[in-house]
Protein backbone atom coordinates (compact mmCIF):
# COMPACT_ATOMS: atom_id res chain seq x y z
CA UNK A 1 0.00 0.00 0.00
CA UNK A 2 1.49 3.05 -0.62
CA UNK A 3 2.28 5.44 2.03
CA UNK A 4 1.50 8.65 0.01
CA UNK A 5 -2.04 7.53 -0.03
CA UNK A 6 -4.37 9.89 0.62
CA UNK A 7 -7.98 9.26 1.99
CA UNK A 8 -10.63 11.54 3.03
CA UNK A 9 -12.77 10.94 6.44
CA UNK A 10 -10.16 8.81 8.00
CA UNK A 11 -10.27 8.48 11.51
CA UNK A 12 -6.90 9.35 13.82
CA UNK A 13 -7.02 8.85 17.64
CA UNK A 14 -4.70 9.60 20.30
CA UNK A 15 -3.52 6.00 21.20
CA UNK A 16 -2.41 6.82 25.11
CA UNK A 17 -6.33 8.41 25.66
CA UNK A 18 -8.13 4.88 24.61
CA UNK A 19 -8.62 1.52 26.32
CA UNK A 20 -8.68 -0.91 23.63
CA UNK A 21 -6.95 -0.82 19.90
CA UNK A 22 -8.27 -2.93 17.13
CA UNK A 23 -6.57 -3.52 14.04
CA UNK A 24 -9.49 -3.64 11.22
CA UNK A 25 -8.08 -6.25 9.13
CA UNK A 26 -9.45 -7.36 5.40
CA UNK A 27 -7.38 -10.26 4.17
CA UNK A 28 -6.92 -9.05 1.10
CA UNK A 29 -5.79 -5.87 -1.14
CA UNK A 30 -7.20 -2.13 -0.42
CA UNK A 31 -8.97 -2.51 -3.31
CA UNK A 32 -11.40 -5.21 -2.59
CA UNK A 33 -11.65 -4.69 1.38
CA UNK A 34 -12.98 -0.94 0.50
CA UNK A 35 -15.22 -1.70 -2.01
CA UNK A 36 -16.94 -3.95 1.33
CA UNK A 37 -19.06 -2.37 3.24
CA UNK A 38 -18.73 -4.43 6.24
CA UNK A 39 -15.27 -2.74 6.15
CA UNK A 40 -16.94 0.58 6.32
CA UNK A 41 -19.25 -0.10 8.54
CA UNK A 42 -17.03 -1.67 11.37
CA UNK A 43 -14.52 1.11 10.89
CA UNK A 44 -17.66 3.03 12.04
CA UNK A 45 -18.43 1.29 14.62
CA UNK A 46 -15.87 0.79 16.48
CA UNK A 47 -14.11 4.22 16.25
CA UNK A 48 -17.51 5.36 17.14
CA UNK A 49 -16.40 4.31 20.84
CA UNK A 50 -14.33 6.98 22.23
CA UNK A 51 -12.38 4.83 24.29
CA UNK A 52 -11.26 2.61 21.26
CA UNK A 53 -9.23 3.27 18.32
CA UNK A 54 -9.85 1.02 14.93
CA UNK A 55 -7.31 1.17 12.20
CA UNK A 56 -7.81 -0.92 9.41
CA UNK A 57 -5.05 -3.08 7.49
CA UNK A 58 -4.63 -4.91 3.97
CA UNK A 59 -3.19 -7.65 2.92
CA UNK A 60 -0.06 -7.15 1.01
CA UNK A 61 2.03 -9.81 -0.74
CA UNK A 62 5.30 -10.47 0.44
CA UNK A 63 5.11 -7.05 3.07
CA UNK A 64 4.89 -7.32 6.81
CA UNK A 65 1.16 -5.68 7.63
CA UNK A 66 0.85 -2.26 9.05
CA UNK A 67 -2.12 0.04 9.78
CA UNK A 68 -3.13 2.56 7.04
CA UNK A 69 -3.83 5.78 9.96
CA UNK A 70 -0.46 5.21 12.07
CA UNK A 71 1.89 2.49 10.45
CA UNK A 72 1.40 0.65 13.54
CA UNK A 73 2.45 -3.33 13.42
CA UNK A 74 -0.04 -5.90 14.27
CA UNK A 75 1.60 -6.85 17.23
CA UNK A 76 0.98 -3.21 18.89
CA UNK A 77 -3.19 -3.85 18.92
CA UNK A 78 -4.67 -5.37 21.65
CA UNK A 79 -7.16 -6.76 18.95
CA UNK A 80 -6.63 -8.23 15.45
CA UNK A 81 -10.31 -8.29 13.90
CA UNK A 82 -10.56 -10.42 10.67
CA UNK A 83 -13.49 -9.39 8.04
CA UNK A 84 -14.03 -13.28 6.47
CA UNK A 85 -15.70 -13.29 3.03
CA UNK A 86 -14.38 -15.20 1.11
CA UNK A 87 -12.93 -18.97 1.98
CA UNK A 88 -9.93 -18.81 -0.01
CA UNK A 89 -8.42 -15.47 1.92
CA UNK A 90 -8.02 -17.54 5.16
CA UNK A 91 -4.66 -18.32 4.52
CA UNK A 92 -4.13 -14.66 3.89
CA UNK A 93 -5.07 -13.40 7.16
CA UNK A 94 -2.92 -16.25 8.96
CA UNK A 95 0.08 -14.57 7.09
CA UNK A 96 -0.39 -11.36 8.16
CA UNK A 97 -0.17 -12.96 11.57
CA UNK A 98 3.14 -14.89 10.82
CA UNK A 99 4.48 -11.86 8.88
CA UNK A 100 3.81 -9.83 12.04
CA UNK A 101 5.44 -12.55 14.26
CA UNK A 102 2.67 -13.19 16.37
CA UNK A 103 1.81 -16.81 16.93
CA UNK A 104 -0.83 -17.98 14.22
CA UNK A 105 -2.51 -20.73 16.73
CA UNK A 106 -4.57 -19.73 19.23
CA UNK A 107 -3.67 -22.51 21.81
CA UNK A 108 0.32 -20.64 21.60
CA UNK A 109 -1.05 -17.23 21.40
CA UNK A 110 -2.11 -14.52 24.44
CA UNK A 111 -2.21 -11.48 23.42
CA UNK A 112 -3.44 -9.79 20.83
CA UNK A 113 -6.61 -11.38 20.92
CA UNK A 114 -7.83 -12.85 17.44
CA UNK A 115 -11.56 -12.05 16.76
CA UNK A 116 -13.57 -13.00 12.87
CA UNK A 117 -16.55 -12.24 11.48
CA UNK A 118 -18.23 -12.09 8.36
CA UNK A 119 -20.35 -14.78 6.13
CA UNK A 120 -17.68 -17.50 6.14
CA UNK A 121 -17.34 -17.25 10.01
CA UNK A 122 -21.05 -17.90 10.19
CA UNK A 123 -20.38 -20.66 7.38
CA UNK A 124 -18.20 -22.76 9.19
CA UNK A 125 -15.77 -21.44 11.58
CA UNK A 126 -14.02 -24.87 11.88
CA UNK A 127 -11.17 -24.48 9.56
CA UNK A 128 -10.16 -21.64 11.01
CA UNK A 129 -10.59 -22.51 14.61
CA UNK A 130 -7.19 -23.23 15.50
CA UNK A 131 -6.14 -19.42 14.44
CA UNK A 132 -9.18 -17.63 15.85
CA UNK A 133 -9.86 -17.12 19.46
CA UNK A 134 -13.79 -16.22 18.61
CA UNK A 135 -15.80 -16.01 15.92
CA UNK A 136 -18.81 -13.62 15.87
CA UNK A 137 -22.06 -15.76 14.25
CA UNK A 138 -23.96 -13.19 12.33
CA UNK A 139 -24.10 -9.22 13.11
CA UNK A 140 -22.87 -6.91 15.05
CA UNK A 141 -24.59 -4.24 15.59
CA UNK A 142 -26.66 -5.93 18.57
CA UNK A 143 -23.49 -7.26 20.29
CA UNK A 144 -20.79 -4.71 19.52
CA UNK A 145 -21.18 -2.94 23.15
CA UNK A 146 -20.83 -6.06 24.83
CA UNK A 147 -17.88 -7.14 22.47
CA UNK A 148 -16.20 -4.09 23.47
CA UNK A 149 -16.74 -4.26 26.80
CA UNK A 150 -15.35 -7.94 26.87
CA UNK A 151 -12.20 -7.22 25.18
CA UNK A 152 -11.73 -4.46 27.49
CA UNK A 153 -12.61 -6.42 30.36
CA UNK A 154 -10.69 -9.47 29.83
CA UNK A 155 -7.38 -10.48 31.06
CA UNK A 156 -7.22 -14.16 29.80
CA UNK A 157 -8.66 -16.80 27.11
CA UNK A 158 -10.86 -18.27 29.83
CA UNK A 159 -11.85 -14.85 31.36
CA UNK A 160 -12.90 -13.98 27.64
CA UNK A 161 -15.32 -17.05 27.40
CA UNK A 162 -17.11 -15.99 30.31
CA UNK A 163 -17.57 -12.57 28.87
CA UNK A 164 -18.79 -13.07 25.32
CA UNK A 165 -22.60 -14.39 24.97
CA UNK A 166 -23.97 -16.85 23.30
CA UNK A 167 -23.59 -15.34 19.85
CA UNK A 168 -19.80 -16.08 19.59
CA UNK A 169 -18.25 -19.36 19.05
CA UNK A 170 -14.77 -20.35 21.11
CA UNK A 171 -13.06 -23.31 21.14
CA UNK A 172 -14.59 -25.55 23.81
CA UNK A 173 -17.99 -24.30 23.13
CA UNK A 174 -20.82 -26.77 22.19
CA UNK A 175 -22.40 -24.16 19.38
CA UNK A 176 -23.73 -20.18 18.86
CA UNK A 177 -26.61 -18.23 18.10
CA UNK A 178 -26.67 -16.16 15.15
CA UNK A 179 -26.90 -12.20 16.47
CA UNK A 180 -29.49 -10.52 14.23
CA UNK A 181 -30.35 -6.90 13.55
CA UNK A 182 -34.28 -7.20 12.81
CA UNK A 183 -34.96 -3.15 12.69
CA UNK A 184 -32.11 -1.68 10.09
CA UNK A 185 -33.35 1.60 10.18
CA UNK A 186 -33.08 1.63 14.34
CA UNK A 187 -28.77 0.63 13.78
CA UNK A 188 -26.23 3.33 12.41
CA UNK A 189 -25.03 3.29 9.08
CA UNK A 190 -21.91 4.23 7.71
CA UNK A 191 -21.84 8.18 6.88
CA UNK A 192 -18.48 9.62 6.29
CA UNK A 193 -16.97 6.71 4.50
CA UNK A 194 -13.31 6.89 3.65
CA UNK A 195 -12.71 7.38 -0.14
CA UNK A 196 -9.06 7.72 -1.66
CA UNK A 197 -8.25 11.15 -2.73
CA UNK A 198 -7.07 11.64 -6.31
CA UNK A 199 -4.69 11.18 -7.71
CA UNK A 200 -4.24 7.69 -7.37
CA UNK A 201 -3.02 4.42 -9.19
CA UNK A 202 -6.07 2.91 -10.50
CA UNK A 203 -5.20 -0.66 -8.84
CA UNK A 204 -6.88 0.81 -5.55
CA UNK A 205 -9.75 2.01 -6.77
CA UNK A 206 -12.90 0.42 -5.17
CA UNK A 207 -15.14 -1.30 -7.20
CA UNK A 208 -17.16 1.06 -7.45
CA UNK A 209 -15.07 4.23 -7.76
CA UNK A 210 -15.53 7.08 -5.88
CA UNK A 211 -19.22 6.13 -4.80
CA UNK A 212 -21.00 6.14 -1.96
CA UNK A 213 -21.92 2.92 -0.83
CA UNK A 214 -25.79 2.36 0.58
CA UNK A 215 -27.18 -0.80 2.24
CA UNK A 216 -30.55 -1.06 0.89
CA UNK A 217 -31.97 -4.45 2.28
CA UNK A 218 -29.91 -7.39 4.10
CA UNK A 219 -30.34 -11.25 3.16
CA UNK A 220 -32.78 -12.54 0.73
CA UNK A 221 -35.97 -14.15 0.92
CA UNK A 222 -35.72 -15.98 -2.48
CA UNK A 223 -34.22 -19.19 -1.09
CA UNK A 224 -31.86 -20.57 -4.22
CA UNK A 225 -30.92 -23.99 -3.04
CA UNK A 226 -26.92 -22.76 -3.88
CA UNK A 227 -27.28 -19.49 -2.08
CA UNK A 228 -25.33 -19.20 1.41
CA UNK A 229 -26.46 -15.54 1.67
CA UNK A 230 -30.32 -16.43 1.32
CA UNK A 231 -30.37 -18.90 4.07
CA UNK A 232 -28.06 -17.63 6.43
CA UNK A 233 -28.68 -14.28 6.46
CA UNK A 234 -32.60 -14.40 5.90
CA UNK A 235 -35.28 -12.84 6.35
CA UNK A 236 -34.95 -9.96 4.33
CA UNK A 237 -34.51 -6.68 6.23
CA UNK A 238 -35.05 -3.49 4.70
CA UNK A 239 -34.62 0.45 5.11
CA UNK A 240 -36.94 2.69 5.10
CA UNK A 241 -37.26 4.98 2.10
CA UNK A 242 -37.31 7.78 4.05
CA UNK A 243 -33.93 6.64 5.89
CA UNK A 244 -32.27 5.87 2.78
CA UNK A 245 -32.48 9.52 1.32
CA UNK A 246 -31.39 10.70 5.01
CA UNK A 247 -28.16 8.62 4.51
CA UNK A 248 -27.50 9.54 0.76
CA UNK A 249 -28.21 13.13 1.57
CA UNK A 250 -25.59 13.02 4.59
CA UNK A 251 -23.02 10.54 2.91
CA UNK A 252 -23.15 13.21 -0.01
CA UNK A 253 -22.08 16.15 1.91
CA UNK A 254 -19.23 14.08 3.95
CA UNK A 255 -17.92 12.54 1.10
CA UNK A 256 -18.36 15.19 -1.74
CA UNK A 257 -18.88 11.96 -4.13
CA UNK A 258 -21.48 12.15 -7.08
CA UNK A 259 -22.24 8.30 -6.99
CA UNK A 260 -24.45 5.66 -4.94
CA UNK A 261 -23.65 2.25 -5.05
CA UNK A 262 -26.80 0.41 -4.25
CA UNK A 263 -25.99 -2.65 -1.86
CA UNK A 264 -28.67 -5.57 -1.60
CA UNK A 265 -28.95 -9.22 -2.04
CA UNK A 266 -32.47 -8.72 -3.77
CA UNK A 267 -32.29 -5.24 -4.97
CA UNK A 268 -35.29 -5.92 -7.34
CA UNK A 269 -37.04 -7.11 -4.25
CA UNK A 270 -36.72 -3.45 -2.40
CA UNK A 271 -40.39 -2.56 -1.87
CA UNK A 272 -39.81 0.97 -2.95
CA UNK A 273 -37.08 0.48 -5.67
CA UNK A 274 -38.59 2.74 -8.27
CA UNK A 275 -38.98 5.79 -5.67
CA UNK A 276 -35.57 5.58 -4.36
CA UNK A 277 -33.80 5.17 -7.50
CA UNK A 278 -35.77 8.33 -8.67
CA UNK A 279 -34.93 10.91 -5.55
CA UNK A 280 -31.09 9.50 -6.72
CA UNK A 281 -31.31 10.90 -10.21
CA UNK A 282 -33.28 13.74 -9.63
CA UNK A 283 -30.62 15.21 -7.18
CA UNK A 284 -28.48 14.78 -10.49
CA UNK A 285 -26.31 11.88 -9.11
CA UNK A 286 -25.18 8.90 -10.81
CA UNK A 287 -25.79 5.31 -10.11
CA UNK A 288 -24.46 1.71 -9.55
CA UNK A 289 -26.43 -1.58 -9.01
CA UNK A 290 -26.33 -4.63 -8.66
CA UNK A 291 -28.18 -7.82 -10.71
CA UNK A 292 -31.17 -7.68 -11.44
CA UNK A 293 -33.60 -10.59 -11.29
CA UNK A 294 -35.22 -11.34 -14.85
CA UNK A 295 -38.92 -11.30 -13.48
CA UNK A 296 -38.92 -7.70 -12.79
CA UNK A 297 -42.47 -6.24 -13.41
CA UNK A 298 -41.41 -2.75 -13.48
CA UNK A 299 -39.33 -1.73 -16.52
CA UNK A 300 -39.37 1.70 -15.67
CA UNK A 301 -36.54 0.71 -13.16
CA UNK A 302 -34.25 0.04 -16.04
CA UNK A 303 -34.74 3.78 -17.61
CA UNK A 304 -34.36 5.30 -14.08
CA UNK A 305 -31.00 3.36 -13.77
CA UNK A 306 -29.79 4.90 -17.04
CA UNK A 307 -30.86 8.06 -16.33
CA UNK A 308 -28.24 7.23 -13.53
CA UNK A 309 -25.70 6.72 -15.64
CA UNK A 310 -25.30 3.30 -15.71
CA UNK A 311 -25.71 0.92 -18.60
CA UNK A 312 -24.71 -2.54 -18.28
CA UNK A 313 -27.62 -4.58 -16.92
CA UNK A 314 -26.35 -7.55 -14.67
CA UNK A 315 -28.54 -10.79 -14.73
CA UNK A 316 -28.18 -14.21 -13.02
CA UNK A 317 -29.41 -16.56 -14.85
CA UNK A 318 -27.41 -19.54 -12.99
CA UNK A 319 -28.33 -22.35 -15.55
CA UNK A 320 -29.09 -22.23 -19.15
CA UNK A 321 -32.04 -24.80 -18.98
CA UNK A 322 -35.12 -24.33 -17.53
CA UNK A 323 -35.08 -27.47 -15.90
CA UNK A 324 -31.86 -27.04 -14.08
CA UNK A 325 -33.41 -23.05 -13.14
CA UNK A 326 -36.07 -25.07 -11.45
CA UNK A 327 -34.11 -27.35 -9.51
CA UNK A 328 -31.70 -24.79 -7.66
CA UNK A 329 -34.87 -22.99 -7.48
CA UNK A 330 -34.67 -20.28 -9.78
CA UNK A 331 -37.33 -20.76 -12.33
CA UNK A 332 -37.32 -17.94 -13.82
CA UNK A 333 -38.53 -19.23 -18.20
CA UNK A 334 -36.26 -17.89 -21.07
CA UNK A 335 -39.01 -14.99 -21.99
CA UNK A 336 -38.41 -13.16 -18.70
CA UNK A 337 -34.93 -12.79 -19.78
CA UNK A 338 -36.18 -11.82 -23.13
CA UNK A 339 -38.12 -9.21 -22.30
CA UNK A 340 -35.89 -7.64 -19.57
CA UNK A 341 -32.86 -7.74 -22.37
CA UNK A 342 -35.31 -6.11 -24.73
CA UNK A 343 -36.63 -3.10 -22.05
CA UNK A 344 -33.22 -2.30 -21.32
CA UNK A 345 -32.22 -1.79 -25.19
CA UNK A 346 -35.16 0.46 -25.21
CA UNK A 347 -34.03 2.37 -22.07
CA UNK A 348 -30.37 2.99 -23.32
CA UNK A 349 -28.33 -0.11 -21.72
CA UNK A 350 -25.34 -1.95 -24.24
CA UNK A 351 -23.62 -4.47 -22.16
CA UNK A 352 -25.17 -7.08 -20.92
CA UNK A 353 -23.43 -9.22 -17.89
CA UNK A 354 -24.57 -12.96 -16.94
CA UNK A 355 -23.50 -15.34 -14.54
CA UNK A 356 -23.62 -19.31 -14.98
CA UNK A 357 -22.56 -21.70 -12.82
CA UNK A 358 -21.18 -25.06 -13.92
CA UNK A 359 -21.23 -28.81 -12.01
CA UNK A 360 -25.03 -27.81 -10.44
CA UNK A 361 -26.44 -31.10 -8.29
CA UNK A 362 -28.51 -33.15 -11.78
CA UNK A 363 -26.51 -30.99 -14.25
CA UNK A 364 -26.00 -32.84 -17.47
CA UNK A 365 -24.51 -32.32 -21.08
CA UNK A 366 -27.66 -30.89 -22.20
CA UNK A 367 -28.13 -27.95 -19.62
CA UNK A 368 -24.00 -27.13 -20.66
CA UNK A 369 -25.07 -26.86 -23.89
CA UNK A 370 -28.52 -24.91 -23.13
CA UNK A 371 -25.38 -22.27 -21.66
CA UNK A 372 -24.18 -21.26 -24.54
CA UNK A 373 -27.80 -21.46 -26.58
CA UNK A 374 -29.17 -19.75 -23.92
CA UNK A 375 -26.57 -16.91 -24.43
CA UNK A 376 -26.48 -16.60 -28.18
CA UNK A 377 -30.39 -16.53 -28.18
CA UNK A 378 -30.21 -13.24 -26.43
CA UNK A 379 -27.42 -12.08 -28.57
CA UNK A 380 -30.15 -12.25 -31.07
CA UNK A 381 -32.00 -9.48 -29.66
CA UNK A 382 -29.95 -6.91 -30.00
CA UNK A 383 -28.39 -4.92 -31.75
CA UNK A 384 -24.33 -4.77 -32.98
CA UNK A 385 -23.41 -2.29 -31.07
CA UNK A 386 -24.41 -4.31 -27.90
CA UNK A 387 -22.02 -7.20 -26.21
CA UNK A 388 -22.41 -9.59 -23.24
CA UNK A 389 -20.02 -10.07 -20.97
CA UNK A 390 -20.75 -13.78 -19.87
CA UNK A 391 -18.78 -15.06 -16.25
CA UNK A 392 -19.09 -18.79 -15.72
CA UNK A 393 -18.14 -20.25 -12.44
CA UNK A 394 -18.02 -24.02 -10.89
CA UNK A 395 -20.75 -24.58 -8.09
CA UNK A 396 -19.52 -24.83 -4.66
CA UNK A 397 -21.68 -26.27 -2.26
CA UNK A 398 -21.96 -24.16 0.70
CA UNK A 399 -23.09 -24.96 4.53
CA UNK A 400 -26.46 -23.87 5.34
CA UNK A 401 -28.22 -24.75 1.90
CA UNK A 402 -30.15 -27.74 0.50
CA UNK A 403 -27.17 -28.38 -1.46
CA UNK A 404 -24.73 -28.53 1.91
CA UNK A 405 -24.69 -32.68 1.32
CA UNK A 406 -23.30 -32.41 -2.52
CA UNK A 407 -19.75 -32.28 -3.34
CA UNK A 408 -18.01 -30.34 -5.99
CA UNK A 409 -17.98 -32.01 -9.27
CA UNK A 410 -14.74 -33.80 -10.23
CA UNK A 411 -11.58 -31.40 -11.40
CA UNK A 412 -11.10 -33.30 -14.66
CA UNK A 413 -15.18 -33.07 -15.28
CA UNK A 414 -15.04 -29.29 -14.56
CA UNK A 415 -12.53 -28.72 -17.18
CA UNK A 416 -14.11 -30.46 -19.72
CA UNK A 417 -17.40 -28.85 -19.70
CA UNK A 418 -15.27 -25.27 -19.36
CA UNK A 419 -13.35 -26.06 -22.48
CA UNK A 420 -16.77 -26.99 -24.10
CA UNK A 421 -18.55 -23.54 -23.29
CA UNK A 422 -15.04 -21.75 -24.29
CA UNK A 423 -15.62 -23.23 -27.38
CA UNK A 424 -19.08 -22.65 -27.81
CA UNK A 425 -18.88 -18.75 -26.57
CA UNK A 426 -16.08 -17.92 -29.80
CA UNK A 427 -18.71 -14.97 -31.23
CA UNK A 428 -16.99 -11.63 -31.14
CA UNK A 429 -19.30 -10.04 -29.39
CA UNK A 430 -19.42 -12.34 -26.32
CA UNK A 431 -15.97 -12.00 -23.68
CA UNK A 432 -16.08 -14.93 -21.67
CA UNK A 433 -14.71 -15.03 -18.61
CA UNK A 434 -13.75 -18.87 -17.33
CA UNK A 435 -12.79 -19.30 -12.98
CA UNK A 436 -10.20 -21.04 -12.50
CA UNK A 437 -11.83 -24.43 -11.87
CA UNK A 438 -8.66 -25.55 -9.17
CA UNK A 439 -10.08 -22.75 -6.80
CA UNK A 440 -13.28 -24.15 -6.68
CA UNK A 441 -11.76 -26.87 -5.26
CA UNK A 442 -9.92 -25.52 -3.04
CA UNK A 443 -12.81 -23.19 -2.07
CA UNK A 444 -15.81 -26.32 -1.93
CA UNK A 445 -12.63 -27.90 0.74
CA UNK A 446 -12.56 -24.55 2.68
CA UNK A 447 -16.17 -24.28 2.90
CA UNK A 448 -17.24 -27.83 4.35
CA UNK A 449 -13.85 -29.00 5.98
CA UNK A 450 -13.27 -29.14 9.41
CA UNK A 451 -10.09 -28.57 11.44
CA UNK A 452 -8.44 -30.97 9.48
CA UNK A 453 -7.11 -28.94 6.64
CA UNK A 454 -5.70 -26.21 9.21
CA UNK A 455 -2.24 -27.22 8.72
CA UNK A 456 -3.27 -27.19 4.99
CA UNK A 457 -3.94 -23.28 5.57
CA UNK A 458 -1.07 -22.66 7.90
CA UNK A 459 1.50 -24.29 4.95
CA UNK A 460 0.00 -22.11 2.61
CA UNK A 461 0.48 -18.72 4.99
CA UNK A 462 4.04 -19.79 5.41
CA UNK A 463 5.49 -21.06 2.39
CA UNK A 464 3.48 -19.02 -0.26
CA UNK A 465 2.64 -17.97 -2.73
CA UNK A 466 -0.89 -17.25 -2.79
CA UNK A 467 -1.95 -19.49 -5.40
CA UNK A 468 -3.64 -22.29 -6.24
CA UNK A 469 -0.28 -24.06 -7.04
CA UNK A 470 0.68 -23.39 -3.28
CA UNK A 471 -2.83 -25.11 -2.00
CA UNK A 472 -2.06 -27.64 -3.76
CA UNK A 473 0.98 -28.86 -3.06
CA UNK A 474 1.21 -27.93 0.85
CA UNK A 475 -1.95 -30.13 0.95
CA UNK A 476 -0.01 -32.73 -1.19
CA UNK A 477 3.07 -32.54 1.26
CA UNK A 478 0.45 -32.66 4.06
CA UNK A 479 -0.73 -36.15 2.89
CA UNK A 480 -4.33 -33.81 2.60
CA UNK A 481 -6.40 -34.05 -1.44
CA UNK A 482 -8.09 -31.12 -1.32
CA UNK A 483 -10.27 -32.65 -4.60
CA UNK A 484 -11.76 -35.93 -2.27
CA UNK A 485 -12.58 -33.00 0.62
CA UNK A 486 -14.51 -30.91 -1.63
CA UNK A 487 -15.93 -33.64 -3.88
CA UNK A 488 -17.08 -36.09 -0.67
CA UNK A 489 -20.80 -36.38 -0.86
CA UNK A 490 -21.69 -35.89 2.97
CA UNK A 491 -24.54 -38.31 4.48
CA UNK A 492 -28.20 -37.08 5.39
CA UNK A 493 -27.92 -39.54 8.63
CA UNK A 494 -24.40 -37.49 9.93
CA UNK A 495 -24.55 -34.64 12.31
CA UNK A 496 -22.58 -31.79 10.57
CA UNK A 497 -19.72 -30.30 11.98
CA UNK A 498 -21.52 -26.67 11.50
CA UNK A 499 -24.45 -27.48 13.03
CA UNK A 500 -23.91 -26.67 15.98
CA UNK A 501 -23.97 -23.26 14.99
CA UNK A 502 -27.90 -21.85 15.11
CA UNK A 503 -28.35 -19.51 12.32
CA UNK A 504 -31.99 -19.41 11.74
CA UNK A 505 -32.54 -22.48 9.81
CA UNK A 506 -33.92 -26.05 10.97
CA UNK A 507 -32.50 -29.07 9.43
CA UNK A 508 -35.76 -30.57 8.45
CA UNK A 509 -36.78 -27.74 5.92
CA UNK A 510 -33.06 -27.98 4.14
CA UNK A 511 -33.26 -31.84 4.50
CA UNK A 512 -36.57 -31.61 2.80
CA UNK A 513 -35.78 -29.07 -0.24
CA UNK A 514 -32.27 -31.70 -0.98
CA UNK A 515 -34.01 -34.72 -1.23
CA UNK A 516 -36.84 -32.73 -3.22
CA UNK A 517 -33.67 -32.09 -5.63
CA UNK A 518 -32.34 -35.62 -5.83
CA UNK A 519 -35.47 -36.66 -6.74
CA UNK A 520 -35.44 -34.57 -9.70
Known sequence: MPRFLRE????????????????????????????????????????????????????????????????????????????????????????????????????????PWVIAG???????????????????????????????????????????DSLLDEHFFLSGRDGAQRSFTINLDAEPHS??????????????EPAFGRSLLVEVSRGCNRRCNFCLTSYQSGPCRERSLGTLENIIDEGI?????????????????????????????????????PALRADLTDFSILELVSRGGQRTLTLAPEAGSQRLRDVIAKGIPDADFHEIINAAIKAGFNLFKLYFLVGLPTETEEDITAISEFGKSLLKLSPQRHRLHVSISPFVPKPHTPFQWCGLMPLSLLKKRLSVLKKAFRIGRIKLDLANPRWSVIQSALSRGTTEIAPVILAVAKEGPQTAGTWFRAAKQLGVSLEALATRQLSTTDSLPWEVLDVGLERKVLLHRFRKLVRN
Open 118 to 160: GPCAMENPFPMLPFVDAFLIGDLEPVCNSLIDALIQAKSKVEL
Open 191 to 204: ICQILPEPPYSSSI
Open 253 to 289: RCTGVEKVALIASGLADYSHLGSLLNSIVTRGLQLSI
Open 8 to 111: RNVVKKDWRKVKLRIALCYPNVYAAGMTSLATHLLYYLFNSKDDVVCERVFYEANEVPYSLESRQPLSRFDVIAFSLQFEVDYSRAVEMLVRSNIPPLSAERNR
